[in-house]
């Protein structure tokens, strides 16, 4: 299995990869994919930083994305930016940052003009961008820059690049990824067909694991979890879903039930909840784990809710913005292993779920 991580790691991997590679090299073949995430997660000290709010910052920096493509729209318009937005989450301190593909489909590119090769290039595209974004903050490492404690010693954190793969309801850019509604035409193999080609590129894009995002029900979760297996797809995967009731997901499917199907996929390494208010996630966490050892993943949005129609976020209720940060003891207690943020965190939302993390005083307490 070659990864972006392989490609770079004569002129600036730091002394952890060494580790880190000998189990990825092994491929799923002869170990436990879990096994994978897990010696990451070692290496980062035992919990692992996600990147944040991706459109959140395109749009700060003055991006328009209001577009059926969403944040993919950059791909091709502004992949300086793309490769920035990368740069400013590694420097705030995460561990794994996702590539700007979550609404980057076939389909898509061919809905605005473009021919498939060129849709396919720009999904590839889209890990080379943040594969570049790693190489430049492992050079600035090498360095001397960006270091922070681990254990008794200063080291370069480990940093992986996950393939976004946003659900069929992504694609539509109608709000149906928040309510897993999809029609009564819209079946097991519709979402595999839809899905596969997207799934083969980035498997081969030199990402080092697929984050499969805000899944709204159990059929996309199954046919995702089909897909691995049929495609034999050789890097390690995760599965978050979104819930607006802190019980189920936005479908109103159980999420034991999803959860259920991700920790049946020997691919599937980590499971979790992304785009969903903080005030559910220690429940969602509890819940998760009475149906898998998996490490969970956790990355919430700010706290508001996003309005369909009107396609904008809307203040709700409970806590919003950074503020969820002060969650973060909670959920790790409850089992989570890799925490980060999604539609309105920013990067000192990240720089701050670093401190509590990583600062030996916020762990004592």
């Given at each position: 299995m070659e990864t972006c991580v392989f490609k770079y790691r004569a002129e600036t991997s730091p002394p952890f990869f060494f580790s880190l590679l000998s189990i990825l090299n092994m491929g799923l073949e002869g170990v436990e994919p879990s096994a994978l995430i897990r010696g990451f997660l070692a290496e980062c000290g035992g919990y692992a930083v996600v990147d944040g709010g991706f459109a959140t910052e395109l749009e700060r920096h003055g991006q328009d994305l209001n577009d059926p493509l969403w944040s993919a729209k950059c791909l091709i318009s502004s992949p300086q930016l793309v490769r920035r937005v990368h740069l400013d989450y590694l420097e705030a301190g995460a561990n794994v940052i996702m590539s700007a593909s979550y609404q980057a489909t076939i389909q898509g590119f061919e809905a605005k003009g473009l021919a498939t090769e060129e849709a396919e290039?720009?999904?590839?595209?889209s890990v080379d961008i943040a594969c570049e974004a790693r190489q430049i903050y492992l050079q600035r490492c090498a360095k001397g820059c960006w270091d922070f404690p681990h254990g008794d010693k200063t080291t370069q954190r480990p940093v992986l690049v996950a393939a976004s793969v946003g659900s069929y309801g992504a694609y539509l850019a109608d709000g149906s990824e928040y309510s897993g509604n999809y029609g009564d035409l819209v079946t097991l193999e519709t979402l595999k067909d839809f899905h596969r080609r997207r799934v083969q590129i980035l498997a081969s894009s030199g990402a080092d694991l697929i984050a499969f995002e805000t899944i709204p029900n159990k059929l996309e979760a199954k046919a995702y979890a089909e897909l691995l297996e049929e495609e034999n797809i050789n890097i390690p995967a995760w599965f978050s879903f979104n819930s607006k009731d802190g019980i189920n997901v936005v479908s109103g499917d159980?999420?034991?039930?999803?959860?259920?199907?991700?920790d049946s996929c020997d691919r599937v390494v980590a499971v979790g909840i992304n785009c969903t208010p903080p005030r559910l996630i220690h429940g969602l966490i509890l819940s998760i784990k009475?149906?898998?050892?998996?490490?969970?993943v956790i990355y919430p949005n700010s706290g508001e809710t996003y309005n369909a129609e009107a396609k904008q976020w809307e203040k709700s209720e409970g806590k919003t913005g950074e503020d969820f940060v002060s969650y973060v003891g909670k959920w790790r207690d409850a089992g989570a292993s890799l925490f980060g943020g999604c539609c309105r965190t920013t990067p000192n939302t990240i720089r701050a779920i670093s401190r509590v993390l990583f600062d030996k005083a916020s762990l004592d307490n």
């Open positions: 290039t720009l999904i590839k595209r159980s999420i034991a039930e999803c959860a259920y199907i991700a009475k149906v898998t050892n998996k490490p969970v």
